[in-house]
């Protein structure tokens, strides 16, 4: 209860994280997208005034990266992840993807971490020892129960599971395990009594119908013998034992705040709305950025996020974090994207030939939470060409030659009431009024409705709404024709234009920062004045002085086809 009102008292803070990544091979486009969901939460949340803290990172232990590593022929896997983990910083670099920590569970602190979690799990008398019999799927890295294992249609002498569809096969080893059966009521009961904690509903209500069925909870197998698994962190007190790849993996979430024995220890801030913005996570106790914390995850993980891991927490008698956000695939051409098709998307690729900017607006603008999206290529050289287009060419023209916005901009911010001053200037036309009305009131509503839908992650619908409000000042810069007007009407259309351009710029920095701030660039409009405190129509009230001289080039310029 106490952490519930602390929870609503901290909006101000706020702490997103993405999965950690095998790095066992390139990343991938669906690895871009998860970091990007994160990316834009966090600099959204910044622009606001939030504290907020965003961590990636690899997941660098296990089998899968034991197995790859020995397959590139290296005899010390920590040597095959040095290399790989560049990738994935490489990709961030490429995909402007600003996190506060890049966290790999080779880390000193973070083995600390794992190790302090397993032992409040252990002494609270949440592990045991035991024999472990069952399916195990290697790829996985997991055990099945035999209520989802079936015989492969397509090697009749192979099992595969009916979750992930790979391969199973039949193991005993000793093995610890924990009690996850003492947690699936408790579970039950919290995640009923909370219900953002999983998000979207539809995957809220599949996990709880996962825990409903008793024969779907058994005890899990948390450790594997050192000599199947040497890759990994040692068991506290039991060298023969390596402790499982994703007990370790999920503790990576508080290790990246301070670890598990500040966590256990801090004690909650309650001050929070009085401090000023700090990327240091220092600045807080960590269980304050804790109970605020989002994890956004890939559908294929989230038994693991929303069953595994709070039962972890509970036991460990730590606090659960806020949230946890669930996101569709990326297929391509309508498939989905394996190695074995070629079909893999690198998303490097696509960022040095389209940019980063144009790569992040069409994975938000063609995803949603609850379908796969479809990468085609088709639709990246589309997203660039609107860009150009409509929000670039609506600017140029505003620059152009015959109008003056820096006139504009002075002579109109210094009535007492803009809004009513420019509707003022065309009486007789209500269709301009009617127009212009619309626009004010778009503007007005946007940032709230960037907050509703950023917070639900509904990128496709708010940029939709975005190209609504764009299209919308096209339009009146075409049907009004405002270099036939007498120059006060003028400077209204040219000035509704920029404000316009402007206060969209402002908001979309988070999700395509270079675009916005060439963009901002050519309206001339002054550093200090690109915060949230200049999104009201008329507030800043002087840009653009030598915006109209004829010399300034475009601010985006046009990519051509690519031929494949
Ligand atoms: N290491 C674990 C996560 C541990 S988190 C404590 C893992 N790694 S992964 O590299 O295999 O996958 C990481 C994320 O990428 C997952 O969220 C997964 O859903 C996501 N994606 C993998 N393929 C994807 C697409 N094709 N599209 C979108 N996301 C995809 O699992």
Same mark, same amino acid.
């Given at each position: 209860?106490?952490?519930?009102?602390?929870?609503?008292?901290?909006?101000?803070?706020?702490?997103?994280?993405?999965?950690?990544? =095998?790095?066992?091979?390139?990343?991938?486009?669906?690895?871009?997208?998860?970091?990007?969901?994160?990316?834009?939460?966090?600099?959204?949340?910044?622009?606001?005034?939030?504290?907020?803290?965003?961590?990636?990172?690899?997941?660098?232990?296990?089998?899968?990266?034991?197995?790859?590593?020995?397959?590139?022929?290296?005899?010390?896997?920590?040597?095959?992840?040095?290399?790989?983990?560049?990738?994935?910083?490489?990709?961030?670099?490429?995909?402007?993807?600003?996190?506060?920590?890049? /966290?790999?569970?080779?880390?000193?602190?973070?083995?600390?971490?794992?190790?302090?979690?397993?032992?409040?799990?252990?002494?609270?008398?949440?592990?045991?020892?035991?024999?472990?019999?069952?399916? =195990?799927?290697?790829?996985?890295?997991?055990?099945?129960?035999?209520?989802?294992?079936?015989?492969?249609?397509?090697?009749?002498?192979?099992?595969?599971?009916? *979750?992930?569809?790979?391969?199973?096969? !039949?193991?005993?080893?000793?093995?610890?395990?924990?009690?996850?059966?003492?947690?699936?009521?408790?579970?039950?009961?919290?995640?009923?009594?909370?219900?953002?904690?999983? =998000?979207?509903?539809?995957?809220?209500?599949?996990?709880?119908?996962?825990?409903?069925?008793?024969?779907? /909870?058994?005890?899990?197998?948390?450790?594997?013998?050192?000599?199947?698994?040497?890759?990994?962190?040692?068991?506290?007190?039991?060298?023969?034992?390596?402790? !499982?790849?994703?007990?370790?993996?999920?503790?990576?979430?508080?290790?990246?705040?301070?670890?598990?024995?500040?966590?256990?220890?801090?004690?909650?801030?309650?001050?929070?709305?009085?401090?000023?913005?700090?990327?240091?996570?220092?600045?807080?106790?960590?269980?304050?950025?804790?109970?605020?914390?989002?994890?956004?995850?890939?559908?294929?993980?989230?038994?693991?996020?929303?069953?595994?891991?709070?039962?972890?927490?509970?036991?460990?008698?730590?606090?659960?974090?806020?949230?946890?956000?669930?996101?569709?695939?990326?297929?391509?051409?309508?498939?989905?994207?394996?190695?074995?098709?070629?079909?893999?998307?690198?998303?490097?690729?696509?960022?040095?030939?389209?940019?980063?900017?144009?790569?992040?607006?069409?994975?938000? *603008?063609?995803?949603?939470?609850?379908?796969?999206?479809?990468?085609?290529? *088709?639709?990246?050289?589309?997203?660039?060409?609107?860009?150009?287009?409509?929000?670039?060419?609506?600017?140029?023209?505003?620059?152009?030659?015959?109008?003056?916005?820096?006139?504009?901009?002075?002579? /109109?911010?210094?009535?007492?009431?803009?809004?009513?001053?420019?509707k003022g200037q065309f009486l007789n036309d209500v269709d301009i009024v009617r127009q212009i009305d619309s626009i004010f009131e778009k503007?007005?509503?946007?940032?709230?409705?960037?907050?509703?839908?950023?917070?639900?992650?509904?990128?496709?619908?708010?940029?939709?709404?975005?190209?609504?409000?764009?299209?919308?000042?096209?339009?009146?810069?075409?049907?009004?024709?405002?270099?036939?007007?007498?120059?006060?009407?003028?400077?209204?259309?040219?000035?509704?234009?920029?404000?316009?351009?402007?206060?969209?710029? /402002?908001?979309?920095?988070?999700?395509?920062?270079?675009?916005?701030?060439?963009?901002?660039?050519?309206?001339?409009?002054?550093?200090?004045?690109?915060?949230?405190?200049?999104?009201?129509?008329?507030?800043?009230?002087?840009?653009?002085?030598n915006s109209n001289l004829s010399q300034k080039g475009v601010p985006i310029e046009r990519v051509p086809k690519r031929q494949l």
């Open positions: 209860m106490r952490l519930n009102r602390l929870r609503r008292l901290s909006t101000r803070v706020a702490h997103v994280t993405s999965p950690i990544y =095998y790095p066992n091979a390139k990343p991938h486009l669906g690895h871009l997208y998860s970091n990007l969901l994160c990316d834009v939460t966090h600099k959204w949340k910044t622009l606001n005034k939030t504290q907020s803290l965003f961590t990636t990172g690899t997941d660098e232990h296990g089998f899968k990266i034991q197995n790859a590593s020995e397959k590139n022929g290296y005899k010390d896997p920590k040597l095959f992840v040095n290399t790989l983990y560049k990738e994935f910083v490489l990709l961030n670099e490429k995909g402007k993807i600003n996190y506060t920590r890049f /966290i790999r569970t080779t880390d000193e602190d973070h083995i600390e971490s794992v190790k302090k979690l397993w032992e409040l799990c252990w002494n609270n008398g949440f592990i045991y020892k035991g024999e472990h019999v069952g399916w =195990y799927s290697i790829s996985d890295e997991t055990f099945y129960p035999e209520s989802k294992v079936i015989k492969d249609p397509k090697s009749p002498d192979k099992y595969i599971n009916t *979750e992930s569809y790979n391969e199973v096969s !039949y193991h005993s080893e000793i093995n610890y395990f924990f009690k996850l059966t003492a947690f699936r009521e408790r579970l039950i009961e919290y995640i009923n009594n909370n219900p953002a904690f999983i =998000y979207p509903e539809s995957k809220k209500d599949q996990i709880l119908n996962e825990l409903k069925n008793s024969n779907n /909870i058994q005890d899990l197998s948390v450790s594997r013998p050192a000599t199947r698994l040497h890759w990994g962190i040692t068991v506290p007190n039991d060298p023969d034992q390596k402790i !499982y790849v994703w007990f370790d993996a999920l503790c990576n979430y508080i290790t990246s705040i301070g670890g598990i024995d500040k966590l256990k220890n801090d004690e909650l801030a309650t001050d929070l709305l009085h401090q000023p913005a700090n990327k240091d996570c220092t600045v807080h106790p960590s269980k304050t950025w804790w109970i605020n914390t989002t994890h956004v995850i890939g559908k294929d993980i989230m038994k693991f996020h929303a069953i595994y891991w709070p039962s972890f927490l509970m036991a460990a008698g730590l606090p659960l974090n806020k949230q946890i956000i669930i996101h569709s695939h990326w297929l391509c051409n309508g498939v989905k994207m394996s190695k074995s098709l070629g079909n893999v998307v690198d998303p490097i690729e696509m960022i040095d030939y389209y940019g980063a900017d144009t790569l992040r607006w069409f994975l938000l *603008e063609n995803s949603q939470l609850e379908e796969d999206g479809n990468f085609q290529e *088709e639709k990246l050289y589309e997203a660039r060409e609107m860009f150009v287009s409509k929000w670039g060419n609506l600017i140029n023209r505003c620059c152009g030659k015959k109008f003056n916005i820096s006139r504009a901009v002075s002579d /109109i911010t210094s009535k007492q009431n803009p809004e009513k001053y420019i503007l007005n509503k946007l940032p709230q409705i960037m907050d509703d839908k950023l917070q639900k992650y509904d990128t496709s619908s708010l940029l939709r709404e975005i190209w609504g409000i764009l299209f919308d000042a096209n339009t009146l810069m075409q049907h009004s024709a405002p270099w036939k007007m007498t120059p006060t009407q003028q400077d209204c259309i040219i000035f509704i234009c920029t404000e316009t351009t402007r206060i969209l710029s /402002i908001l979309c920095q988070p999700i395509i920062h270079s675009f916005c701030n060439k963009f901002l660039d050519k309206l001339e409009i002054s550093k200090d004045r690109r915060s949230i405190d200049y999104i009201k129509f008329a507030s800043d009230k002087s840009y653009g002085l």
